[in-house]
């Protein structure tokens, strides 16, 4: 990762893009982060969402318009997904850091290697959130606890790349929308849950997940389970 950007400067919020295909989850995000913003006292962290984006084309056309200082970008867009965002807006002044429901190894190195600073998970609390986007504009990698270990082990050279290149014919049989449900179902998630953590219908998972099983030639939420644990996506 070679892009360098300036270091944040006192008494100038840092702008940031909000891009997610989830118009209540960007909207959300957006107004926890202005909520927080300065909230902690002199010297805390201070933001200014400048835009929001649904997908690809939106997102990068709102970075080139407005150069933030950071790129909150989910990794499962509409047109290519979070490294399309950053492979057509390579800028080295602009930081990118993946806010993502997945936490699964591929995604996480991928987007790492496609030129990520950090990447977090949806658990994250406003104040976190805020304290890795000023981190990651401060040139920090900022990773959720869990991933870290992803990410050390594949470019320690680890052995974890020659797993993921094991999976990738598999997955790559699903939609991204599918492998979001795929993953949230095989670690015990309910149909209920699922759709209220995607911001979709619970006859929406419904049909993404018949299609899942289908596509894996798996018979049963149980099966879906063990396959996803045999290949280290939980």
Do not use: N
Not at 27 to 40: D, F, H, I, K, P
Not at 59 to 86: M, N, Q, S, T
Not at 149 to 156: E, W
């Amino acid at each position: 990762m070679t892009q360098t950007a300036p270091p944040t400067r006192p008494g100038r919020p840092l702008r940031v893009v909000v891009v997610d295909d989830h118009s209540m989850f960007r909207r959300g995000v957006s107004a926890e982060l202005m909520a927080c913003s300065g909230s902690s006292g002199p010297g805390a962290p201070a933001v200014e969402v400048v835009a929001e984006a649904a997908d690809v084309d939106e997102a990068v056309a709102a970075v080139r318009e407005h150069r933030p200082d950071v790129v909150l970008l989910d990794v499962h867009l509409p047109g290519g997904g979070g490294v399309e965002v950053i492979r057509r807006t390579a800028d080295p002044e602009i930081r990118f850091l993946a806010l993502s429901v997945s936490d699964a190894a591929e995604d996480v190195i991928g987007t790492v290697r496609g030129g990520a600073r950090g990447y977090v998970t949806k658990t994250i609390t406003g104040p976190e959130l805020l304290d890795a986007i000023a981190r990651v504009a401060d040139g920090d990698a900022v990773f959720s606890p869990r991933l870290a270990g992803f990410v050390l082990d594949a470019f320690a050279g680890a052995g974890l790349s020659a797993d993921l290149a094991s999976v990738d014919s598999d997955l790559d049989r699903l939609t991204e929308r599918e492998r979001e449900v795929m993953r949230l179902i095989a670690r015990g998630y309910s149909y209920k849950e699922v759709a209220k953590e995607l911001f979709i219908s619970i006859k929406t998972v419904e049909t993404h997940m018949s299609s899942v099983l289908r596509k894996l030639q798996l018979s049963s939420r149980h099966e879906l389970t063990r396959w996803a644990s045999d290949r280290r996506l939980l």
